[in-house]
T-cell receptor, first 111, second 113 residues
Framework: EDKVVQSPLSLVVHEGDTVTLNCSYEVTNFRSLLWYKQEKKAPTFLFMLTSSGIEKKSGRLSSILDKKELSSILNITATQTGDSAIYLCAASNFGNEKLTFGTGTRLTIIP | NAGVTQTPKFQVLKTGQSMTLQCAQDMNHEYMSWYRQDPGMGLRLIHYSVGAGITDQGEVPNGYNVSRSTTEDFPLRLLSAAPSQTSVYFC????????????FGSGTQLSVL
């Protein structure tokens, strides 16, 4: 059975800190690793990673995939209160139109 | 831009009642899906559709029905509500065949008493 595990489950930091969120996966015929941000309601897409070692970046957020270690990290630098959210990791595989989601990391930024 | 629209936002049902959660998207996406989100469980796929007239089961389909008569609409029907179906339900759509970059609706919080 495909599985995605995220750590930590929750994290509380002060504004301005840098955080690293972790995601590991066990997926048959792995295709890609995705990150979503869920604030009040609907998750919104952040990154999709398919190649190992290539960093994707958007402003203060960046992510990288390690296919050898079957894992990915999401980094957020100079955190702001608007970064408070649940961050979801998901994995897709070839031949299957479905995503397997992790349970998420709840990030809280204290002003 | 409407995107993916879900109704209702909140619903309380009694055990045994039936209801339909509505989902519509205006992006002409072929792929649509329904997820439920429970504490400690992550998002779990209920049913999905790769186009009008085509539906398939996801990870947790029991107790739910779907149909896809148009590209825009993908309603989820609860046949006989049970307390175990208390959850937050999300509809999502995607414009890629491998269904990776999902656009989510704002969710429906359902309580079954």
């Amino acid at each position: 059975e495909d599985k995605v595990v995220q750590s930590p489950l929750s994290l509380v930091v002060h504004e301005g800190d840098t955080v690293t969120l972790n995601c590991s996966y066990e997926v048959t015929n792995f295709r890609s690793l995705l990150w979503y941000k869920q604030e009040k309601k609907a998750p919104t897409f952040l990154f999709m990673l398919t190649s190992s070692g290539i960093e994707k970046k958007s402003g203060r957020l960046s992510s990288i995939l390690d296919k050898k270690e079957l894992s990915s990290i999401l980094n957020i630098t100079a955190t702001q209160t608007g970064d408070s959210a649940i961050y979801l990791c998901a994995a897709s595989n070839f031949g299957n139109e479905k995503l397997t989601f992790g349970t998420g990391t709840r990030l809280t930024i204290i002003p | 831009n409407a995107g993916v629209t879900q109704t209702p936002k909140f619903q309380v049902l009694k055990t045994g009642q039936s209801m339909t959660l509505q989902c519509a998207q205006d992006m002409n996406h072929e792929y649509m899906s329904w997820y439920r989100q429970d504490p400690g469980m992550g998002l779990r796929l209920i049913h999905y559709s790769v186009g009008a007239g085509i539906t398939d089961q996801g990870e947790v389909p029991n107790g739910y029905n779907v149909s896809r008569s148009t590209t825009e609409d993908f309603p989820l029907r609860l046949l006989s509500a049970a307390p175990s179906q208390t959850s937050v339900y999300f509809c999502a759509s995607s414009d890629d065949r491998v269904n990776e970059k999902l656009f989510f609706g704002s969710g429906t919080q359902l309580s079954v008493l």
